[in-house]
């Protein structure tokens, strides 16, 4: 099979193609137009573009596409920030259509799109909550979960000429990140000596390459029109930086309440803004940590086979990685 992975260089387009690299299958991979490549191998071609450009889709899907190729959409801008950017609308909405053109124009097998958990309307506390049908940007808070939502429309909306599938991941750790990743990057300032404290709050996490065994797994075992949540478990803030802390014998850290986070956002901003550095918490993730976050990976571990890995063992792969990260050496 071919398969062409959009996204490549960031956390879980760049775990997918890892994994691609001992499969008989041939691949290209979609970089920015400043993007680096982070994996090589001989079965692996690298092309450069702009998903919301269909023009510069072509090179990647021409001469290749078709019946015989899967195409796995993770190129996304993931942001904390409440409103929606340019860039995030640009990517996340505009380029999902381009890539769900070039898909039908190249008659591909089959689009695997990833889109987020936050994507579905938040139930109240205490609801499992499972896959959805109706995406709706009114109906979920914050930039990334509308634009998410605007992006799994589109692809609903064209099941009639594309054979498609979503699938939902929660909260993405786990390895081969330096710290582009939110979790990662409050995971990095620990160890490095830069975090004074830890917020109350959590949400559901999930190991990277369990994501990536999902999208691969969607792309032959997948129903068509249908979506999976690819879950993982519960985790405080706490519990997270106390496991790493564990493993590095780093000192705990005070824990401060969410009101006294949210009085401190307008000093966090402006230090952000004047020492050009991004902001480890906002409004909006603020209320995503108390936010209702249980997800049912049920239907994905059913039919996919998807299964979610020990959370120790993704933080501890994940601090193993840092460690090696010349900014930590020594850690």
């Not at 909260?171 to 409050?186: A, K, M, S, T």
């Not at 496991?243 to 230090?271: D, N």
């Amino acid at each position: 099979m071919n398969y062409i992975i959009t996204g490549a260089a960031g956390h879980l387009g760049s775990t997918i193609l890892r994994k691609l690299q001992s499969r008989n299958c041939q691949v290209r991979a979609l970089l920015s137009r400043r993007g680096k490549p982070r994996i090589t191998g001989e079965n692996i071609q690298y092309f450069q573009g702009d998903v919301a450009d269909r023009e510069s889709l072509e090179p990647l899907f021409r001469n290749f596409a078709g019946e015989d190729t899967f195409v796995i959409h993770t190129a996304a801008v993931i942001s904390i920030q409440e409103e929606i950017t340019e860039k995030m609308y640009r990517t996340n909405v505009l380029g999902v259509r381009s890539v769900i053109d070039a898909c039908i124009r190249y008659g591909v097998r089959r689009l695997v799109h990833v889109s987020s958990v936050h994507a579905i309307p938040e139930l109240p506390q205490g609801t499992v909550q499972t896959e959805i049908r109706d995406y709706d940007p009114e109906r979920v808070t914050g930039g990334y979960a509308k634009t998410k939502a605007l992006g799994a429309r589109s692809v609903m909306e064209n099941l009639d000429r594309l054979d498609a599938v979503i699938t939902l991941p929660s909260g993405i750790i786990g390895p081969y990140d330096d710290g582009r990743n939110h979790l990662v990057q409050l995971a990095k300032e620990y160890l490095s000596g830069g975090l004074p404290a830890i917020v109350d709050g959590g949400y559901d996490f999930t190991d990277v390459r369990d994501v990536a065994e999902g999208c691969l797994s969607a792309c032959e075992k997948g129903r068509r029109g249908e979506s999976y949540i690819l879950s993982g478990h519960y985790l405080t803030i706490e519990e997270v930086l106390q496991e790493v802390g564990a493993i590095t014998g780093k000192k705990k850290l005070p824990k401060i309440p969410l009101r006294i986070a949210r009085a401190g956002l307008p000093f966090v901003s402006m230090y952000c803004r004047l020492t050009g550095r991004r902001p480890l918490y906002t409004a909006y993730s603020l209320h995503t940590l108390k936010s209702n976050a249980l997800f049912s990976h049920e239907k994905a571990s059913r039919e996919l086979g998807y299964r979610s890995r020990d959370p120790k063992e993704t933080i501890r792969d994940m601090v193993d990685y840092l460690r090696r990260d010349t900014h930590l050496v020594g850690i």
